[in-house]
């Protein structure tokens, strides 16, 4: 059956976590669930996480082969590739929730605050990660000695109003067809917490 709204979309990634932190998940990583979904999809949601190999995203929400379509960058940040491959899974995939998925001990995060508190730019485009992720962290203080967690959540919410302005977004979420949520990944507990 497919989800269709946000709410429902919602619930499915919360309960398919909580099936995931209790060692009881219902989906395996099986080539049969693979070639079960390879003649289409019909992923009921995007989530947007980071590139860290500790939040394997398919596998934090216990979800199978073509049910969420994934999008993943050094501290979720976002680019034109990342707004495209969202407006994608909303006008053509009809995903009805989009999650921005931060998480604690993020290295993208601190390296941005090691890099402001230096003041530093790294070169490159390691350079352009820490200038997208910069205004969260200015946002909460260098001098604050938990900068690097309240910057990373502030950045979930920075990214969070980006999705609501993709193209084609404003109009889905007004005719109550797709919900965008912030959500925090606990690599100790492995729990998804939603930010309010």
């Known amino acids: 059956m497919r989800i269709v709204r946000p709410a429902d ?8 976590n ?38 394997p ?8 082969f073509g049910s969420i379509c994934v999008v993943r960058s050094g501290g979720h940040v ?24 931060g998480h604690v001990r993020c290295g993208a995060v ?12 790294p070169d490159g485009d390691v350079g352009y990660l820490v200038d997208e992720i910069a205004p969260a962290v200015r946002s909460v203080g260098l001098d604050d000695p938990d900068a690097t967690a309240k910057a990373m959540r502030a950045h979930v919410a920075r990214t969070v109003q ?7 977004v404003p109009a889905a979420i007004a005719a109550g067809k797709v919900g965008v949520v ?3 990944y606990d690599l100790d507990t492995g729990l998804v917490e939603l930010l309010s």
């Open 18 to 55: 909580r099936r995931f932190v209790s060692g009881r998940p219902q989906h395996g990583h099986e080539v049969s669930a693979a070639a079960a979904a390879s003649g289409g999809q019909l992923p009921h949601a995007v989530v947007l996480g980071c590139i860290d190999s500790r939040v």
């Open 9 to 16: 979309a919602l619930a499915e990634l919360i309960a398919g």
């Open 182 to 184: 912030g959500a925090v």
């Open 110 to 121: 601190d390296a941005t605050v090691t890099a402001l508190r230096a003041g530093e730019r």
């Open 57 to 64: 995203l398919e596998a934090i929400f216990d979800q199978t």
């Open 78 to 101: 976002v680019d034109r590739a990342v707004l495209g491959s969202v407006g994608f899974a909303v006008s053509a995939l009809n995903v009805p929730l989009i999650m921005v998925l």
């Open 162 to 168: 980006r999705m609501q302005d993709v193209a084609g």
